[in-house]
């Protein structure tokens, strides 16, 4: 616990005392891990004079029987005690494109620790970019706050709203430092919207959602320049470095930067493996095909920012006492010459098959955040990225629960149990449901394959406020843990629509020279399709005739959740008249892009 034996058993008799008197000895197992107990025990003869009783010799009977996985102590207001948070984004991460599932791919550190954690290989997120990140910092389903990236453009009032509590906020009560660096894109119309003000005490990153990855430059309506900023300003002379090298760097100088013993929560969105598909000199390996070489050099640059803030840690003595999240933001894009690979795994990004929305990710911790027992472990119960929220939160003491009268209430679930189960089963799953996507038809002409709900239009509702039928639906999709006509009881997906055609599976090498241009022909399911995807992981065998009861069941609801859907359409700075020009933003801002609203 960081302090020493006489000060842990000092600890210790206080909430051992007040659990007797709660007649909930029990739990006394939530403690101390096997190795502490294992400490503790050895070393308690030594203390027996200072501290004699009945209580201390009871805690140590009980405290010697006990096995439990974690360290953290969420009863003391001690904040050394906390763990160090970490959560690591990789951007259009295909499922096959890490190094434990495919030997191509030179992944060494993101490997190691995979193989030292938890791998989680049932986590959801959206399909594509701004909906999974603002679904993760705010603890709602994407549906409950945007499903568009319409912050694209940096007047939008999409994002996040700023009526919720993001989790660095949260974090915050509990004490601790926040940072972050990288890829935003959760708004940036009024200075109310960018990071510094939404509970990061640094920010060094970009705000939108896609730019060159060596200049960072982009276009922005009438507006084409380096979009990175720092606080509560532009990043002057900071451009012009590749984006990796950019935000991992400052990564580690945060971490170097740090005051102990005050734990840290940083939040690192890589840029990588987002296109356009750039590389510095050094890192291609040319035994691999030359149209998949660029791709995987951005792994393996992504691979070594890891290590450098893995390294970090260790060097500030804060590795052992770390817990680290790395996750994908959605699935691999595999048409029309892009060069993710979600084998075996069928869709891409913008489609709500399970190559856009089941994505890679594991969870890692020091040797005094997880047990051994839990190191080397697959878990397979179903996660959702806005379910980090509740489970961080509640772990370091601080309630959840966001209720505002003008916004929808948080959706995450607390997951630490189920994360502390070694090796978990879907049947483990304390998620019974995930709403992937709610896309109505559009009302305002055509949109892309990433404006599933724009902010003018809403969810469930047509204009004259009647409720939309299926047959409206533009695409959507549903997970659900039901019974099937045999009573077996299984997780079914329901997914409608197109899906725009990138319902395709792709093979374990590819992109190659041969195939590197998936076009859009899968016809996708215009009126309904329904897979058992623990049976049929892959979504090749449809149920929808077979099972008509589910799929009538899943329709159903999913007709329910349209009714709820809020899309992010709030600013405080309701006016477009209170926004300046693009060429009055390059004038006031140094040729950079920045908030454009609301401007004193």
């Keep these: 616990l960081g302090l020493n034996y006489e000060s842990e058993l000092q600890v210790l008799y206080r909430w051992h005392s007040t659990l007797l008197i709660n007649d909930k000895s029990a739990i006394c197992i939530n403690i101390l891990s096997a190795l502490q107990v294992h400490r503790l025990v050895k070393n308690m003869r030594l203390h027996m004079t200072r501290m004699a009783g009945t209580h201390v010799t009871t805690l140590a009977m009980a405290l010697g029987a006990v096995l439990i996985p974690f360290v953290y102590a969420t009863t003391s207001s001690n904040s050394t005690q906390k763990p160090h948070i970490i959560i690591a984004l990789a951007d259009d991460f295909g499922w096959h494109n890490i190094g434990f599932r495919n030997p191509e791919i030179e992944s060494p550190v993101l490997d190691g620790l995979a193989s ?6 049932r986590h959801y997120t959206f399909k594509y970019c701004s909906p ?13 706050v945007n499903q568009n990236n319409e912050c694209n453009l940096v007047t939008s009032r999409s994002g996040i709203d700023l009526r919720m509590t993001l989790l660095p906020q949260k974090m915050k009560q509990a004490g601790y430092a926040t940072a972050m660096t990288g890829k935003w894109h959760c708004g940036a119309r009024t200075p109310a919207n960018l990071p510094i003000n939404r509970g990061f005490d640094q920010h060094f990153g970009f705000l939108k959602g896609g730019e060159d990855h060596m200049t960072q430059v982009l276009s922005d309506e009438d507006f084409r320049g380096p979009d990175l900023w720092h606080g509560i300003g532009p990043a002057v002379g900071r451009n012009g470095t590749f984006s990796t090298y950019l935000y991992g760097g400052e990564a580690v100088q945060i971490i170097h930067g740090h005051t102990l013993p005050q734990p840290l929560f940083m939040y690192l969105p890589f840029q990588v493996t987002h ?6 000199p ?7 095909d030359p149209v998949r070489r660029t791709f995987n050099a ?15 840690l260790k060097d500030k ?3 052992d006492n770390t817990l680290l999240l790395f996750s994908a933001d959605n699935g691999g894009v595999t048409h029309g010459g892009q060069l993710g690979n979600n084998f075996p795994l069928r869709g891409q990004k913008t489609s709500s098959w399970e190559g856009g929305v089941r994505v890679t990710a594991f969870l890692w911790g020091g040797s005094n955040v997880l047990a051994a027992h839990l190191r080397g472990t697959t878990s397979n119960a179903f996660i959702h990225i806005c379910d980090w929220y509740a489970t961080f939160t509640s772990l370091v003491g601080v309630d959840p629960t966001d209720d505002h009268p003008d916004v929808p209430g948080i959706d995450s679930i607390d997951q630490w149990k189920v994360l502390m189960t070694p090796n978990a089963s879907t049947q483990d799953s304390l998620r019974t449901e995930i709403p992937l996507a709610f896309c109505p038809q559009t009302y305002g002409g055509e949109r892309g394959s990433d404006n599933c709900c724009p902010t003018a239009e809403g969810g469930g509702w047509k204009p004259n406020g009647t409720k939309l039928n299926p047959s409206e639906w533009r695409n959507g999709a549903l997970i659900q843990q039901t019974a099937g006509k045999d009573g077996r009881t299984s997780f079914y997906k329901m997914i409608w629509g197109t899906q725009f055609g990138f319902g395709i599976h792709t ?11 998936h076009r859009s022909t899968d016809p996708g399911c215009p009126s309904g399709c329904l897979f058992d995807i623990i049976a049929d992981p892959n979504e090749t065998n449809d149920l929808r005739t077979s099972e008509p009861e589910v799929f009538a069941r899943l329709i159903a609801r999913q007709q329910v959740i349209g009714l709820g859907v809020h899309q992010t359409n709030y ?8 926004c300046i020009s693009p060429a009055e933003m390059v004038s006031r801002y140094t040729g950079f892009l920045g908030p454009r609203c609301g401007l004193s």
């Design 116 to 121: 030292d954690g938890i791998i989680l290989n």
């Design 275 to 280: 296109s356009p598909y750039e590389i510095p």
């Design 132 to 144: 999974s990140r603002s679904s993760m910092l705010s603890g709602r389903l994407p549906l409950h």
């Design 571 to 578: 600013s405080d700075v309701d006016s477009d008249a209170a």
């Design 298 to 312: 951005m792994v393996k640059i992504m691979d070594q920012a890891m290590g450098n803030v893995t390294t970090a």
């Design 317 to 319: 003595d804060m590795l």
């Design 507 to 517: 093979g374990p090498l590819s992109p190659n020279a041969s195939g590197n241009s």
């Design 282 to 288: 050094g890192y291609v390996n040319p035994n691999v």
